[in-house]
């Protein structure tokens, strides 16, 4: 597995959605992804979707709300393929769920702009084991 570098304007990004945050809140996240030049997509799993993003097949994942159980064993698979993501354990991720977002590394910066999320999380602690 490994995941896939590319321009931010042929990236394919994965937005989950959770109804823990106002829909208002999903559609400016689709807004601005899609205002970067990246294409998105919505396949109903965060689970699977981290899996992609580690197995080359898309090149990011966001989720404003999701939680542990559902992105543990990704997160790991994502840092193991040589991608980046943000420190989805910060606060109470642990117990309540936090917002999520894995990519490949060179999109990192465009899509933490984009999502809003990971912004001061720019180094992930290894917490996953």
């Known amino acids: 597995m490994r995941v896939t570098d590319t321009d931010i304007k042929q990236a394919v990004v994965e937005l989950g959605w959770s ?3 106002p829909v208002r809140a999903y559609t400016a996240l689709v807004e601005r992804v899609l205002a ?3 294409t998105f ?3 109903g799993s965060g689970a699977l979707g981290l ?3 580690a197995a080359g097949r898309t090149h990011g994942y966001c989720e404003l709300h999701i939680n542990s159980w559902d992105t ?4 790991l698979m994502v840092r193991e ?5 943000n420190d989805f354990l910060a606060g109470h991720g642990l ?3 936090n917002a999520v977002l894995a990519c490949a590394p060179g999109l990192k910066d465009a899509l933490i702009a984009a999502t809003g999320v990971g912004q001061g999380n720019e180094k992930l602690e290894r917490r996953i084991s």
């Open 51 to 53: 899996a992609y993003v």
């Open 81 to 85: 393929a040589g991608g980046w993501t």
């Open 72 to 75: 543990l064993a990704g997160l």
């Open 41 to 43: 997509m919505r396949a």
């Open 19 to 21: 109804s823990r945050r």
């Open 36 to 38: 970067t030049g990246a």
């Open 95 to 97: 117990e309540r769920g």
